[in-house]
């Protein structure tokens, strides 16, 4: 019996030290795997993200010229239609809000007159519990569109273990807040540009009013244009100045989420 | 016996032990990819924002080359 046990003992140990293993073994490759797939990752969407780039640099240009001659009729348009599906769900909510009414006096009336109904109610409470799953499988889908919002990465952890994919995804956002750090910087470059050229045309508009002959009204205009360029480069120099705080609050928040995964 | 015993509770146990760290170490992801999502988002309205800033500015100097 004793030698039995002893077998049994040994080839549980010998099965148990296989395993672990050809676990840790296993482990290791997938981490390898992990690593690659990473990469190939990362080089898609680099990928992509250049080809997108390119594409919607064409696709801006062409838009700028058409938008231009478009814009105008476009606008009525969008503002027509908007106003009507506005009316729409306006007219609709309002029908739904007294038909919701209806039924729950209907349902208390029915209550009160007679206990022995309660099987007639039940069906109007079925209505207003469906309305409730309605909206509340509106709401799932909608932070489930929400949660994916176009990042192919998203939650697909694919290979990769907990610990490499947060990692990973920590590195993307690094990427998306030195992206962001870099376009504050570009747009603070048109902002000096901007008020440059209004200084120039300042300077020009002035001489104009000290030569002889120079019409009060086209100077007035050229004027009304030089502070509406003004104002809303004082407004772009208060966007930036707030988005900077912004990122760099964001740039710690990453370095915080990721420090426990690093 | 008593051997068979042991070993079988200390199996039930590194079962039990690595089952609760996954779940943790799941959660502990899902709340950090939370965090990093909403980053992202934020950051993707600041573009946006500044985006269309710019592009109301570029507008505005542009009806300065007329003058």
Sequence with gaps: MKVILKNIGLVLFFFTLTTATGYSQGNSQGKAKGKEKKEKIKKSVDDEADFQKGKAKEMKQKGQDKIKDKAKGKKEEVKESVENEAERQEGKAEEMKQKGKDKAKKAKKEKDLDDDDYMKNDDDFDVEDEMDDESEK???????????????YGRDKGDMSGEEFGKFRASIAKEQVEKTEKELTEKEEVLKKGREKVKNAKEKVAKEREA???????????????????????????????????????????KKVSEPVE | MKKLNILVLSFIFLGAVSCRDTEKEQEQLDATLDKIEAVEEDLEKTSDEVESKANEVESALMELDSI
């Design chain 1, 138 to 152: 509106k709401a799932k889908k909608l932070k489930k569109e929400k949660s994916n919002n176009g990042k192919a």
């Design chain 1, 212 to 254: 002889k002959g120079a019409d009060e009204e086209v100077i007035k205009q050229k004027e009304e244009k030089i502070s509406n360029a003004e104002k809303k480069l004082n407004e772009l120099e208060e966007v930036i100045k707030r988005n900077k705080e912004k990122v760099k609050q964001k740039a710690e928040e990453i």
